[in-house]
Nanobody
Framework: QVQLVESGVGLVQAGGSLRLSCVAS????????MGWFRQAPGKEREFVGA????????RYPDSVEGRFTISRDNAKNTVALQMNSLKPEDTAVYYC???????????????????WGQGTQVTVSS
């Protein structure tokens, strides 16, 4: 069982930056690929970034490519999401998640994840 706790609740103006962090506990962190997802009111949860177990590979959707960066520190059991050039449409609840899969195609989808954090609100004002 893996517990995930996000931090970094933020209200930021458009064009600003925000860093989210997620701390994992309960199992060997390096056994899991990690991802970030977001969900805006009335919309489905969507993928915003993933990193493989060792941190060598990352993937992003076009909507955040070049603006968001996911990173992990296996020594500290943490995964972070650095968000730059934020837009009002980035407003959502952001979730970190852990996956036992080692396949990038799997960890780009919500169905590929075994554990989820409780979510943290990010609001970008125009």
């Amino acid at each position: 069982q893996v517990q995930l706790v996000e931090s970094g609740v933020g209200l930021v103006q458009a064009g600003g930056s925000l860093r989210l962090s997620c701390v994992a506990s309960g199992d060997t962190f390096s056994n899991y690929a990690m991802g970030w997802f977001r969900q805006a009111p009335g919309k489905e949860r969507e993928f915003v970034g993933a990193v493989t177990r060792g941190g060598a590979s990352t993937r992003y959707p076009d909507s955040v490519e070049g603006r968001f960066t996911i990173s992990r520190d296996n020594a500290k059991n943490t995964v972070a999401l650095q968000m730059n050039s934020l837009k009002p449409e980035d407003t959502a609840v952001y979730y970190c998640a852990a996956s036992r899969s080692s396949f990038m195609s799997t960890i780009m989808a919500t169905t590929g994840y075994n554990y989820w954090g409780q979510g943290t609100q990010v609001t970008v004002s125009s």
